[in-house]
């Protein structure tokens, strides 16, 4: 799938918003791999705002840090 250069920065941007909430002792190797995997699906299925990105993300951290624990 092709994304535009501002919706690839609003990803990173995205990324970045919801890596800077994960306290260090939960932070996992793998986690900002799979977080950028999460947004990735959310903007495949049309999620292309930073807020939404943001949401879906953070929505998912939990789980994802739990599935790679």
């Not at 609003?10 to 002792?25: C, F, H």
């Not at 999460?38 to 903007?43: E, F, N, T, Y």
């Not at 939404?52 to 939990?62: D, E, F, P, R």
């Amino acid at each position: 799938m092709k994304y535009s250069s501002e919706l690839i920065q609003t990803m990173r941007d995205a990324l970045e918003a919801v890596m800077a909430t994960v306290p260090a002792d939960q932070s996992v190797i793998g986690l900002k791999a799979a977080v950028a995997q999460c947004i990735l699906q959310a903007a495949a299925h049309g999620q292309t705002s930073f807020d939404g990105l943001v949401a879906t993300a953070s929505g998912q951290l939990q789980t994802i840090i739990s599935m790679l624990s």
